[in-house]
């Protein structure tokens, strides 16, 4: 009897825990909603309920909208003084695909800037540089190859979806084994990049050599390889143009080249180079024999890493000191150009 008597006692007590416990629940959740009702009526915010239920909500006369990407941040490396350089067209384009993107401008001579820039050897401005976040990014997972991770940071080469360059940091070097006409010292130097079987730089290079000699001394020329994958013989050509410097003869057979680009690029293997060669009277003998060698491929090869290192993709791409040409121009624009850099 004693033993029923308890155990009723606690059924009784059981009870109002539980009804206590469901006012008080109740009570939470009346608040909560309470809460929500404020926050949304006057602006203030959402509460996390609400956030996570819904991917869009609309408050204060603006509308919010839920992502699955983290929050990505971005260093904008750019230069105030260079017009050319404003990042804004891009960030616009970079929003569009991350829409959760906060970019942060820094100015090209901060000492971040500078660290930044020697990390992943930057050579162009405006530059972009990722905060680890990217990488679980749905765009990251669709544009890795355009990534470039160092330290948990990430460099994003806007160059290889289409962006000019604004500003280049750096200029390509001129060493031992290049193709250099003119004087050290030179006033100006023009590096170009080319493709003897590119048609616009068959035009393009006799404009330029024409042009350059009518400043004698004040001029330095040279011309590095850049043969492109679609173009058959442009690499058999490119170690032709080099066999031909050996001997000292690059631009009678630079020019030969060019004038019978037809003929040459309807064919296969190196014979008709190494025609050419005898018809010019070089020495045949070591003509053919460095062309069998494949003697300058690792130089061509180097030519085209530095051109890529530089953004340059196509042919011609110029530099008049440190003014950047893509693709061809006139004679008229190319003068305008070597007359305004001496007469700095």
């Given at each position: 009897?004693?033993?029923?008597?308890?155990?009723?006692?606690?059924?009784?007590?059981?009870?109002?825990?539980?009804?206590?416990?469901?006012?008080?629940?109740?009570?939470?959740?009346?608040?909560?909603?309470?809460?929500?009702?404020?926050?949304?009526?006057?602006?203030?915010?959402?509460?996390?309920?609400?956030?996570?239920?819904?991917?869009?909500?609309?408050?204060?006369?603006?509308?919010?909208?839920?992502?699955?990407?983290?929050?990505?941040?971005?260093?904008?490396?750019?230069?105030?003084?260079?017009?050319?350089?404003?990042?804004?067209?891009?960030?616009?384009?970079?929003?569009?695909?991350?829409?959760?993107?906060?970019?942060?401008?820094?100015?090209?001579?901060?000492?971040?800037?500078?660290?930044?820039?020697?990390?992943?050897?930057?050579?162009?401005?405006?530059?972009?540089?990722?905060?680890?976040?990217?990488?679980?990014?749905?765009?990251?997972?669709?544009?890795?190859?355009?990534?470039?991770?160092?330290?948990?940071?990430?460099?994003?080469?806007?160059?290889?979806?289409?962006?000019?360059?604004?500003?280049?940091?750096?200029?390509?070097?001129?060493?031992?084994?290049?193709?250099?006409?003119?004087?050290?010292?030179?006033?100006?130097?023009?590096?170009?990049?080319?493709?003897?079987?590119?048609?616009?730089?068959?035009?393009?290079?006799?404009?330029?050599?024409?042009?350059?000699?009518?400043?004698?001394?004040?001029?330095?020329?040279?011309?590095?390889?850049?043969?492109?994958?679609?173009?058959?013989?442009?690499?058999?050509?490119?170690?032709?143009?080099?066999?031909?410097?050996?001997?000292?003869?690059?631009?009678?057979?630079?020019?030969?080249?060019?004038?019978?680009?037809?003929?040459?690029?309807?064919?296969?293997?190196?014979?008709?180079?190494?025609?050419?060669?005898?018809?010019?009277?070089?020495?045949?003998?070591?003509?053919?024999?460095?062309?069998?060698?494949?003697?300058?491929?690792?130089?061509?090869?180097?030519?085209?890493?530095e051109a890529g290192n530089f953004s340059i993709q196509g042919t011609p791409g110029t530099f008049i000191n440190s003014t950047f040409l893509s693709g061809a121009?006139?004679?008229?624009?190319?003068?305008?150009?070597?007359?305004?850099?001496?007469?700095?």
């Open positions: 009897m004693e033993i029923f008597e308890t155990g009723a006692s606690s059924g009784k007590k059981k009870e109002q825990n539980l009804l206590a416990l469901s006012v008080l629940l109740g009570g939470l959740f009346v608040g909560s909603l309470f809460v929500d009702f404020v926050q949304l009526a006057t602006g203030q915010g959402f509460s996390s309920r609400v956030a996570k239920n819904f991917n869009v909500l609309e408050t204060a006369g603006k509308t919010w909208v839920g992502y699955s990407d983290p929050k990505i941040s971005v260093d904008v490396i750019s230069d105030d003084t260079c017009e050319t350089c404003n990042p804004d067209e891009a960030l616009v384009w970079l929003r569009r695909v991350i829409p959760t993107l906060e970019a942060t401008k820094i100015d090209v001579n901060d000492n971040k800037s500078k660290a930044l820039i020697d990390r992943f050897n930057i050579t162009t401005l405006p530059a972009f540089i990722f905060s680890d976040s990217v990488s679980q990014s749905s765009f990251y997972a669709q544009a890795e190859s355009l990534f470039r991770e160092n330290n948990r940071s990430y460099f994003f080469d806007m160059t290889k979806i289409g962006l000019e360059p604004g500003k280049y940091l750096s200029l390509p070097s001129v060493g031992e084994g290049d193709i250099v006409s003119g004087k050290d010292d030179a006033k100006v130097t023009i590096i170009e990049y080319s493709d003897f079987e590119c048609e616009f730089c068959k035009t393009f290079h006799k404009d330029l050599t024409d042009l350059v000699k009518s400043y004698g001394d004040d001029i330095r020329l040279v011309y590095k390889n850049l043969p492109l994958s679609f173009h058959v013989q442009a690499e058999n050509a490119a170690l032709a143009g080099y066999c031909a410097n050996e001997q000292g003869k690059f631009a009678p057979y630079a020019d030969y080249l060019y004038s019978r680009q037809n003929e040459w690029s309807k064919t296969t293997g190196t014979q008709k180079f190494k025609d050419y060669a005898w018809w010019l009277r070089l020495n045949g003998r070591q003509f053919s024999a460095c062309m069998d060698k494949e003697k300058y491929k690792d130089k061509i090869a180097d030519d085209s890493n121009v006139t004679k008229e624009e190319l003068k305008d150009i070597i007359d305004r850099e001496l007469a700095k």
